[in-house]
């Protein structure tokens, strides 16, 4: 990938929202909003702590799969910027692009 189209990607998903809480609160009210909140950030907590390891042994087959579940995860509860990031990851590791891999992971953990 040629830098400009980095900064591109990278612009592109500063575009997108962070979080999209009214698309959780459409699901009802704020106690089923908050517990699918919680097991979000536990969910995505584990696949992060997999992520990291499946890319510290450039096992890129996991890295696809837990980076495939987080998009999931993530746009399923208004975290559109995660989902977008990990749309990125997972294509790259099925592409086999460690490098690209690699400087993902530092911003999604971030978000």
Do not use: C
């Not at 609160?25 to 536990?42: D, F, K, N, R, W």
């Not at 790259?92 to 692009?97: L, Y």
């Amino acid at each position: 990938m040629n830098p400009s189209a980095k900064d591109s990607d990278w612009t592109t998903e500063e575009a997108v929202a962070l979080f999209q809480p009214d698309q959780l609160m459409e699901l009802g009210a704020v106690e089923l909003v908050q517990e699918i909140s919680a097991l979000t950030v536990t969910t995505i907590g584990w696949d992060m702590e997999e992520l990291a390891q499946a890319i510290q042994i450039e096992d890129w087959s996991q890295v696809s799969r837990r980076s495939h579940r987080m998009k999931g995860t993530a746009a399923n509860s208004g975290a559109q910027r995660m989902s977008a990031m990990a749309v990125r990851m997972e294509d790259q590791a099925q592409s086999q692009a460690p490098g690209q891999v690699k400087e993902l992971y530092p911003p999604l953990v971030e978000i």
